[in-house]
């Protein structure tokens, strides 16, 4: 439970206060991937829809991610002879935030997952294709569903244009400042936005879907909530500053899992691009600045964060082999490490180390220590096996990296249809959240963040609270 009293809440305004310029059945707050998604499904819904977005487009975290979204028994994993079930999936999630999450959550969100991919496919042209190259940690089976590029901003993109094919209206420029709430019953009466001129408008409605995100871009609240992060580097949104939680928490709202964040142990250092987890399931690994490793990387990305943190200078390097490197040039982001020359190489280990910096005797035994644990099939000291991947062989590659916030998975207790509720379980009236903005599924801290649980959370989320809050409208 969140103390309300430590936050600073935002402000509800009277409904008599208001000056209402316009009305909508349905407002979003926030035009990133949830914000759209729920957009896109409240119009299909048959309700009149406005999504306000605070920046001068509507991108978000969205659209700096990889735009991987897990679904379970799509047609694309039949396709491919892969197996998979929702229950499947939500026994993942589960696993992975070590039983410490809202398991009838995980349940009803993995069983809307393939749903919302083949939804997005079909009725919105969103060019997903299944990513069969690798397994991420602590998926069963390949369920990642991502645009030609892997990149968020082509997701971001085919989002806008779906808007705008449904003639969807997306105000940017437009940040919410103050909710118009009855006092009483907590019923949404509207929205207060900010022009950047100062200028003021107040926008009625009957529902509100907080599709906002979370409070990475909020340093006063990080430091209080997951201070473990504060000296790790941010790249997340820094529009995103807790104003779902903090106008939630004001109308009563209960908030879960506060401390809990999606971090990454892989940020190229000084170059702000993510150097993507394949590249350690595969059989790469991390060392810091003395050539030796220091933890289990294949636990997961979002863990390791604090782990390349605590390394000397706050850093550590991914060190791996051509094999790898041409598995990662499937990606983006990679390739613009690539470009960027993050990616260093060399015909030898001792080479490789002279280049990045990095103690040569000790990545030599380093290197030789895997290739004797690929050999055995036995577990590292911190639990990890190397069997079934080849040993790294010339030439050698090594990127430098850093620790990275990426985005907060704590938010507003919601239920399968993205209801906000309070803290006795019942639903506030007509406010819904989705996304970053609703709590996650990942437990109560870092290493409960399984890879696709953020863009889960905002296309699922929001494409059912954009339903539920049409449906609700509809029927008064
Ligand atoms: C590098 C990186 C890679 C990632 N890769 C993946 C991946 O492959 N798969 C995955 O599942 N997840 C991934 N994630 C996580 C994923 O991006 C997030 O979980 C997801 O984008 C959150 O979506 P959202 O719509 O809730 O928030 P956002 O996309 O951040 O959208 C929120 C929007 O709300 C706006 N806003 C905020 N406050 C206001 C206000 N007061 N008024 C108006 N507008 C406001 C913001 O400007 C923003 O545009 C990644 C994250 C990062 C940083």
Not at 26 to 52: K, N, P, R
Not at 213 to 221: D, H, I, Q, R, T
Not at 462 to 467: H, V
Request: net charge negative; with cysteine.
């Amino acid at each position: 439970m969140v103390d309300a009293t430590a936050v600073e809440t935002a402000p509800i305004l009277p409904p008599s206060s208001a000056n209402f310029s316009a009305h909508v059945p349905v407002l979003v707050v926030g035009g990133g991937g949830c914000g759209l998604t729920a957009a896109l499904a409240a119009s299909q819904a048959g309700a009149e829809v406005l999504v306000l977005e605070r920046d001068a487009s509507a991108l978000g975290t969205t659209a700096m991610s990889t735009g991987l979204i897990p679904g379970a028994n799509t047609r694309l994993q039949r396709e491919r002879g892969i197996v998979d079930s929702p229950e499947l999936f939500a026994a993942d999630i589960v696993q992975k935030a070590k039983g410490q999450t809202d398991q009838g959550i995980a349940l009803a969100l993995a069983r809307e997952s393939a749903r919302t991919i083949e939804w997005l496919i079909d009725d919105h042209q969103v060019p997903l294709s299944l990513v069969d190259s690798f397994l991420y940690p602590g998926h069963s089976v390949m369920r990642m569903h991502g645009s030609p590029n892997r990149t968020g901003s082509e997701l971001m993109g085919s989002l806008a244009a779906a808007c705008e094919r449904r003639g969807i209206d997306v105000l940017t420029e437009a940040q919410v400042t103050e909710l118009f709430a009855d006092a009483g019953t907590g019923v949404v009466r509207g929205a207060r936005l900010r022009r950047p001129d100062g200028s003021t408008e107040d926008i009625g409605c009957d529902a509100l879907v907080l599709a906002c995100c979370g409070f990475a871009g909020n340093e006063a609240m990080v430091r209080q909530y997951i201070p473990e992060i504060e000296g790790a580097t941010f790249f997340g949104h820094p529009g995103n500053k807790g104003d779902a939680i903090r106008w939630g928490l004001a109308l009563g709202a209960a908030v879960r899992d506060i401390h809990s964040y999606q971090g990454h142990g892989g940020l190229a250092a000084g170059r702000g691009i993510p150097i993507l987890w394949p590249l350690i399931m595969e059989g790469g690994f991390q060392v810091n600045v003395h050539g030796r490793r220091f933890s289990n990387e294949a636990r997961g990305y979002s863990e390791q964060a604090v782990e390349v943190v605590a390394q000397p200078g706050h850093v550590a390097w991914d060190v791996y082999d051509a094999r790898l490197h041409r598995l990662m040039l499937e990606f983006d982001d990679y390739r613009d490490a690539v470009e960027a020359r993050a990616v260093l190489s060399a015909d030898s280990v001792v080479a490789l180390a002279a280049l990045a910096g990095i103690d040569a005797s000790g990545l030599a035994a380093t290197v030789a220590e895997v290739a004797a644990l690929v050999k055995s099939g036995e577990a590292d000291a911190w639990g990890r096996r190397f069997a079934g991947k080849p040993p790294l062989a010339a030439p050698y590659y090594a990127v430098k990296v850093t620790g990275a916030l990426f985005h907060t998975q704590g938010g507003l207790a919601v239920d399968p249809e993205g209801r906000v509720l309070r803290e006795d379980g019942s639903a506030l009236p007509n406010l819904f959240a989705g996304g970053g903005a609703a709590r996650g599924i990942s437990g109560p801290s870092s290493w409960g963040y399984m890879a696709g649980n953020g863009l889960l959370t905002a296309t699922t989320f929001g494409r059912l609270a954009g339903e539920a809050a049409a449906r609700q409208v509809a029927h008064g």
